[in-house]
């Protein structure tokens, strides 16, 4: 923008407009400053996160048993490899998203539109891999029990891998009925009854000489610690409550913090993600209707690529303090 | 954009250039989550794992390639990388070190302490 650059020091030129503060301009100034804002928020929240952690360090779940599950391969352990491909995904499409503003520089307009598909695909195919994500959180693939102190029990087999309710719950001739509202008083109800009762998973733990139970807390070499089979029983007793997969309110894989940073980080960085997508849309079409070529100008697709990486920089930080830490 | 109107040309070879670091380093860091050998995962440094701390260490020369090549600071002048990246980092690691130091403090009074009904 060699043509509004201003260098003489006289103050008819200095506030007769036109000038650009720090030699960028207007719009990628603010779109920086929005930037630099934005991150203070997501830095909130992480540290939020991280405070969490710190009070409850010795019971906080271990991210790579949660999230160990990939397409296609069913009941394989398969623990990070699902957020690196988003990862991937995400490196990916902010290259295409720098590839499109490269382009616009040198004012190759369908270059600049292909680039800028290409983008728009990546931020889909990421948006899905969350939903898939949030689907396999929500659902919960073990189960566990809660006890009144809230503290989360789940199960493991004789090899001292967690097992599912499923694999030893007996199936008692009972009927629990979904309590609904029109059965009761107006403000109380529930949305689902967990698949097995407390007194099925009790029945199965009699029943399975193997199975124990494993508490929350972390041992010295940073493992969960498994009880013995007497005080597993013992543990049982105090068992209140059936978790099956997370809500906002217990989840079954450990503090029930865990589930609702989980929850509120990935989903304001996803929502991030779809209005990233949502401008670079908009932006793609303009290129395509040509109104940058008019303009003479390709700039908007660089304030829309800002944001892009941004989303692609905050991901990389829920990744690791997520998944890697 | 550039500093100067002359268009740049090489600018695709430096971006593939940062995307084939970023790959590694997410390869590496993925790697080690998976394997977490004793030797790193055992080992604290203030408070903190030598393996988390590679992790975030990493974390930052990521962050570092996203903002300098794909974000484009390094083209821009001096000022504009300052009040960016010189607040952020200031507000960031004020907080970080303010809130995960009363985090500990707390888990010290929940696990250590006898008063901790007051609490």
């Known amino acids: 923008m060699g043509a509004t650059v201003t ?3 006289t103050n008819q030129t200095t506030w007769g ?3 650009e503060p720090l030699g960028a301009s207007y719009g990628k100034l603010m779109m920086w400053y929005f930037i630099l804002s934005d991150s203070l928020t997501f830095c909130g929240f992480l540290v939020g996160y991280g405070f969490s952690r710190y009070k409850f360090m010795e019971s906080w779940p271990i991210a790579d048993e949660v999230f160990n599950h990939f397409p296609f391969l069913h009941g394989v352990d398969a623990p990070m490899y699902y957020v690196a491909l988003m990862t991937f995904i995400l490196i990916f499409s902010s290259v295409t998203m720098v590839l499109a503003v490269d382009a616009g520089h040198q004012m190759k307009r369908n270059k600049v539109a292909f680039y800028m598909f290409l983008t728009i695909i990546g931020g889909l195919v990421f948006l899905g891999s969350q939903a898939w994500e949030w689907k396999n959180f929500i659902k919960g693939s073990y189960g566990a029990v809660e006890t ?48 097995y009762s407390l007194e099925e998973v009790k029945a199965g733990f009699e029943a399975n000489p ?5 508490t929350q807390f972390i041992d010295e070499t940073k493992h969960k ?9 013992e543990y049982l007793k105090e068992a209140v409550y059936v978790v099956e997969g997370a809500n906002l309110v217990r989840n079954e894989y450990g503090h029930k913090l865990f589930g609702d940073f989980f929850f509120f980080i990935t989903g304001f960085h996803g929502f991030h993600v779809f209005t990233g997508i949502l401008i670079n849309t908009i932006v793609f079409f303009n290129v395509l ?11 908007m697709v660089e304030k829309g690529g800002l944001y892009w990486h941004f989303v692609d920089l905050v991901w990389v930080f829920v990744f690791t303090f997520f998944y890697l830490v | 954009m550039a500093a100067t109107g002359v268009e740049h040309k090489s600018n695709k070879k430096r971006i593939w250039t940062v995307f084939v670091i970023m790959s590694l380093i997410t390869i590496v860091e993925v790697i080690l989550g998976i394997y977490k050998p004793d030797s790193l995962h055992m080992t604290d440094i203030l408070h903190l794992s030598l393996l988390n701390w590679i992790f975030i260490i990493l974390t930052i020369v990521k962050a570092y390639y996203i903002m300098w090549a794909f974000m484009h600071l390094e083209g821009e002048s001096a000022g504009l990388r300052w009040s960016v990246v010189g607040t952020l980092s200031f507000l960031c690691v004020y907080m ?3 809130i995960l130091i009363e985090g500990n403090y707390i888990f010290d009074v929940f696990n250590n302490d006898f008063y901790k009904w007051i609490f």
């Open chain 1, 7 to 9: 260098t003489t020091a």
């Open chain 1, 17 to 19: 407009g036109g000038n």
């Open chain 1, 148 to 195: 009144r102190g809230g503290a989360i029990l789940q199960f493991v087999g004789e090899d001292g891998k967690q097992i599912a309710l499923a694999d030893f719950a007996v199936e008692l001739q009972e009927d629990r009925v979904l309590h609904s509202r029109d059965n009761g008083v107006w403000f109380s109800g529930e949305s689902s009854i967990p698949t």
């Open chain 1, 210 to 214: 193997n199975v124990r139970i494993r």
């Open chain 1, 225 to 233: 610690i498994i009880l013995s089979r007497e005080e597993s029983a």
């Open chain 1, 289 to 299: 209707l040509g109104t940058y070529d008019r303009r003479g100008s390709y700039e």
């Open chain 2, 96 to 98: 970080i070190a303010l």
